[in-house]
């Protein structure tokens, strides 16, 4: 729930000030293929770190790769032995490649790749395969029984049958992730994260009689187990840990988290990798809790990073984690822009346009810094987050506050890679607006990611007794808003100018177009014609720009709308008339969905939701989806990593460790699934 996940990033140019320079010859584009992008991203200032440091971050990285696989098997439960069999297929083939069938099977190889399994990382719908099945079968028959990834016991007939519709058959296994509250969502799900026969009702009661009432500090139930039946049909958890489900990668990870503490920076850090580590070997929830604390508490060190099962987006209920990790390091210039914003977290908080009986009085510890990212894996990989805010327990981060972290290296990259694309000059109204995007969009957008991180999210309160999931379906989507509102409301305000952050009081006009822009119209691109909106972060954004276009008709400055949609050679265009007043709308809003969020008012959360976030307008979907096609920009992209490589000396010592970018996709996913699949040996 507390991540950002970018949305489409227009072609600007990167003029922050306080940036690292950037190598103007990286080169940033790596694969296209369907509607993917794949990019690689440049670790700037890697060379000011000291043996050491790059010694603790490249255990870390390799903690991170050994990872791989879990994740694979969380999303599907056939997903390793597709991996194993589609890969050695393209390993071997040797007729041509360039042939029709080959082209859609490597095209479908690479994807499968990208979603971690044979499901889409965004949609969770299956990929379609555009080859035959009589090549597939053609391709499996030329290899030897050896050398096929057969189940034990299994016969080479055996898995044709089970995994020919799990590839083929558009009705087996449809979707990964199914939130259509209609049906039992835990048995239409495709996920590996219950077992066979388990329904949505069995989990709900399992869990429910596993929690305390009146427990102040639960623990994160579910977050590191796979719910099964056993022999009398009764619900058991499998837990993730080293004797557990996964152990083979556990005891890869535990492995390099112990070389990383040997080489922490201080007894901080140690102490806490040494939790992380008790708590793979033991699978003990409280344990991670007690890492979850001195983690978020250690504002010290300069190497940080991310290992284990964190968020749920994965699961149909929110409970389980998805296996990731991210590997980083401060970036210390930029760091004191957020470091600003949080050391005057009371005042935002105390100034928010919100009914102040939903104010915090005090704002716990938000430590907020910006990172450069060394090494995604897991679920923040291909497709990763350019802002975490993590721990996600609720107890914890009222307590004991909460990390939050921009990664901008990542949105460098995004946005390097952008530069030129012909996205401003199709979406873009005039020239004014482009310029004043060319000029800011990419520092207000920094501090949009930064103000919804450390302070949207840490905001407000729940009133005496409100129970914290009142708001059910809708709590993520509404909680975006929320965090994105106080973000959009504050980007506009005086106050970044008296604290140095910006410079140009109308430099706000550039996210608050991109904003309106992308919530109206251009995220459309990421819907298939005739669907609905269902992923939280889109909902929010739709609901917030169609609230603000609604509810600003004709009371803009001269009975203008604030903003509107207009037609310019027959195109829509956003068209923002009253910056000012939009900025008064978007504090409004915020007031509103503090209130639902506060009081726990679940019909005036399900209303906004209903009303402005999930429909489309099928007219404009079309044009947009049109305007897309003809710019070729892929509507999803993602990254592969550096390779580092340690240099030894005649007596093993490590003297170095080398970065470098040698690789293109294939090449690194087949890389990892070679020296990085402990699930699969
Ligand atoms: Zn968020």
Same mark, same amino acid.
């Not at 729940?462 to 999931?469: A, E, K, N, Y």
């Not at 504090?587 to 939701?609: F, P, V």
């Given at each position: 729930m507390k991540k950002i996940i970018p949305t489409l990033i227009l072609g600007t140019m990167a003029t922050l000030n306080s940036q690292a320079v950037v190598d103007k010859n990286f080169n940033y584009h790596?694969?296209?293929?369907?509607?993917?992008?794949?990019?690689?991203?440049?670790?700037?200032?890697?060379?000011?770190?000291?043996?050491?440091?790059?010694?603790?971050?490249y255990f870390l990285s390799q903690a991170a790769q050994m990872g791989r696989d879990i994740l694979w098997d969380q999303n599907g439960k056939y997903n390793l032995q597709i991996r194993q069999l589609l890969e050695k297929i393209y390993t071997d083939y040797n007729g041509d490649r360039n042939s029709a069938d080959f082209k859609a099977f490597e095209k479908y190889l690479k994807q499968v790749w990208f979603?971690?399994?044979?499901?889409?990382?965004?949609?969770?719908d299956k990929f379609t395969p555009e080859f035959s099945q009589d090549f597939f079968a053609a391709e499996v028959g030329k290899i030897s029984d050896a050398d096929l990834p057969l189940a034990p016991g299994q016969t080479r007939e055996e898995m044709m049958q089970v995994l020919v519709p799990v590839i083929f058959d558009p009705s087996v296994m449809a979707k990964r992730v199914n939130q259509d509250g209609t049906q039992d969502v835990v048995a239409t799900s495709a996920s590996n994260l219950y077992g066979d026969g388990v329904t949505q009702a069995e989990v709900e009661d399992f869990y429910a009689k596993m929690k305390t009432p009146g427990d102040e500090t639960p623990v994160s139930y579910g977050l590191n187990a796979k719910v099964v039946k056993d022999a009398s049909g009764n619900l058991v958890e499998e837990k993730y840990h080293l004797t557990g489900l996964y152990g083979p990668a556990i005891a890869e990870i535990i492995y390099w988290l112990d070389m990383a503490k040997n080489v922490a920076e201080n007894d901080a850090q140690k102490a806490y990798i040494t939790k992380l580590i008790d708590y793979y070997i033991t699978g003990d929830l409280r344990l991670f809790d007690e890492y979850s604390i001195l983690w978020a508490?250690?504002?010290?060190?300069?190497?940080?990073?991310?290992?284990g099962f964190i968020e749920s987006?994965?699961?149909?209920?929110?409970?389980t984690g998805s296996w990731e990790s991210y590997v980083n390091f401060k970036n210390t210039e930029s760091s004191s822009r957020t470091e600003t914003i949080s050391s005057n977290a009371q005042w935002f908080e105390d100034h928010s346009p919100v009914d102040p009986r939903f104010r915090k009085d005090k704002v716990k510890g938000v430590s907020a810094k910006v990172i450069t990212a060394a090494m995604l894996a897991g679920d923040a990989f291909p497709s990763t987050a350019i802002g975490i805010n993590l721990p996600n327990s609720n107890w914890i981060r009222a307590q004991h506050g909460s990390k939050s972290v921009t990664l901008e290296n990542i949105t460098e990259a995004y946005e390097m890679a952008s530069h030129g694309n012909g996205f401003n000059?199709?979406?873009?109204?005039?020239?004014? #607006?482009?310029?004043?995007?060319? *000029? @800011?969009?990419y520092i207000t957008d920094m501090l949009h990611t930064d103000l919804h991180e450390c302070l949207g999210h840490a905001s407000g309160r729940?009133?005496?007794?409100?129970?914290?999931?009142a708001l059910k379906e809708n709590g993520s989507a509404l909680e975006e808003a929320r965090a994105d509102l106080f973000a959009l409301y504050y980007v506009a305000d005086p106050k970044l100018l008296e604290l140095g952050i910006l410079d140009n009081p109308n430099a706000y006009q550039a996210e608050y177009y991109k904003y309106m822009l992308n919530g109206l119209m251009t995220q459309l691109n990421r819907i298939e014609p005739g669907n609905d909106i269902e992923e939280a972060h889109m909902r929010n954004r739709q609901l917030v720009a169609k609230w603000v276009l609604e509810n600003g008709r004709k009371k803009g400055k001269g009975g203008k709308d604030v903003v509107e949609?207009?037609?310019?050679?027959?195109? #829509?265009?956003?068209?923002?008339? *009253? @910056?000012?007043?939009?900025?008064?709308?978007?504090?409004?809003?915020?007031?509103?969905?503090?209130?639902?969020?506060?009081?726990?008012?679940?019909?005036?959360?399900?209303?906004?939701?209903q009303k402005y976030a999930v429909k489309v307008d099928p007219k404009l979907h079309k044009e947009v989806l049109d305007r897309f096609s003809k710019l070729d920009i892929p509507p999803y992209r993602g990254f592969i990593n550096p390779v580092y490589t340690p240099v030894m000396d005649g007596n093993g010592e490590i003297t170095d460790i080398t970065?470098?970018?040698?690789?293109?996709?294939?090449?690194?996913?087949?890389?990892?699934?070679?020296?990085?699949?402990?699930?699969?040996?």
């Open positions: 790596v694969d296209r293929f369907a509607d993917i992008e794949v990019l690689r991203y440049e670790v700037p200032e890697y060379d000011r770190l000291s043996l050491n440091q790059k010694k603790m971050l979603g971690n399994g044979i499901h889409h990382h965004y949609s969770t508490e250690d504002t010290k060190s300069d190497i940080d990073f991310v290992n987006y994965g699961d149909p209920l929110g409970m000059e199709e979406f873009v109204i005039d020239e004014p #607006t482009r310029k004043i995007l060319d *000029d @800011y969009l729940l009133l005496p007794g409100v129970d914290q999931d949609l207009v037609k310019k050679n027959g195109k #829509t265009f956003v068209k923002i008339n *009253d @910056y000012p007043k939009m900025r008064e709308l978007f504090g409004n809003l915020l007031a509103e969905i503090q209130r639902i969020k506060s009081e726990g008012d679940y019909k005036g959360g399900n209303d906004l939701i970065i470098s970018y040698p690789e293109n996709y294939s090449e690194q996913m087949l890389r990892l699934s070679r020296d990085y699949s402990p699930l699969t040996k």
